[in-house]
């Protein structure tokens, strides 16, 4: 696994990131996040990560799933589907929320 020279680890501690993943372009990783499968001997595909993304602190990102360009994922969240483009999600699992208000 090679990143981009744009990605942006302002904390580089605890940061897990399988083999297989896919880190796009511009994205900032905060510490203690995962990107991999969530059984390994057992499950197919890593996640995708758009150019953009801002991933939380403790956040953890599971699977053959796409996080669209610009997302933001929020702290602690548990990424278990895909993620559109320029939405933010939160939580276990990991909800889109509305940010027009």
Do not use: F, W
Not at 55 to 80: H, K, M, P, Q, Y
Request: hydrophobic content about 35%.
């Amino acid at each position: 696994m090679v990143l981009p020279k744009s990605t942006e680890i302002p904390h580089p501690i605890g940061i897990v990131i399988g083999h297989e993943a896919k880190v796009g372009a511009n994205v900032r990783i905060q510490q203690h996040v995962t990107l991999g499968r969530p059984i390994p001997e057992r499950s197919a595909g890593y996640p995708k990560v758009g150019d953009g993304v801002v991933i939380g602190t403790g956040s953890t990102v599971l699977g053959d799933v796409s996080v669209g360009e610009d997302a933001r994922i929020g702290a602690n969240s548990v990424v278990l589907n895909d993620v559109c483009p320029d939405t933010t999600v939160v939580g276990s699992p990991a909800t889109e929320i509305d940010q027009s208000q």
